[in-house]
């Protein structure tokens, strides 16, 4: 009885590793900065403005292994640590990307034929509908959360005035998964 039961033990235990090679495993869906020393925003990203110097140029950039059902994309950067009251900051939103792009090319913020067709950037808490780079307080560093998130919709109902807050409740219960990638930047004292 005992052999018997080793038997289908290990036919089972075979034809279970025959099938597991042929089972594909998902990439996990993930987004990527390019430009960036250590994981650190550099000059040529940093906001031109409130005491900072400069060149405000977006960065590039891009995703990959989109999850099915994907119909667009959202991608963001904020600033958790910025000294807001525990809102943070928004420095940039570009909205009603199609799930076919892979990526925002550096300085297309401000460039709509360098936006992917359909997308839209909208308004952040510098006041303006385009990028705002990295700008904390003297002497701290702050991390900068750069988020892509998937849709199950072709595009949200925003305008370029649209507030982040909007965008966001836009979202809302649309997001089929997000990939993130945290940046730093440090503001030396001057």
Request: hydrophobic share 40%.
């Amino acid at each position: 009885m005992r052999s018997n039961a080793l038997s289908r033990a290990t036919l089972c235990s075979s034809l279970l590793l025959s099938i597991l090679p042929s089972v594909a495993i998902a990439e996990p869906f993930a987004i990527k900065v390019d430009g960036l020393s250590h994981g650190q925003f550099a000059n040529e990203q940093v906001y031109g403005g409130f005491g900072c110097h400069g060149d405000n140029v977006s960065p590039h950039i891009s995703w990959t292994h989109v999850p099915p059902g994907t119909k667009s994309i959202v991608v963001t950067i904020h600033d958790p640590d910025a000294p807001t009251g525990g809102l943070g900051w928004t420095h940039w939103e570009v909205v009603n990307i199609p799930a076919s792009q892979s990526s925002l090319e550096k300085g297309a913020s401000g460039n709509p034929t360098m936006l992917p067709a359909g997308a839209l950037e909208t308004l952040t808490d510098f006041g303006e509908s385009k990028y705002g780079g990295p700008c904390p307080p003297q002497g701290t560093a702050h991390r900068y959360v750069v988020t892509a998130s998937a849709l199950s919709v072709p595009g949200i109902d925003v305008k370029a005035a649209s507030s982040p807050a909007l965008v966001a409740y836009q979202m809302h219960g649309k997001i089929i998964a997000q990939a993130k990638y945290v940046a730093k930047y440090h503001r030396a004292a001057e």
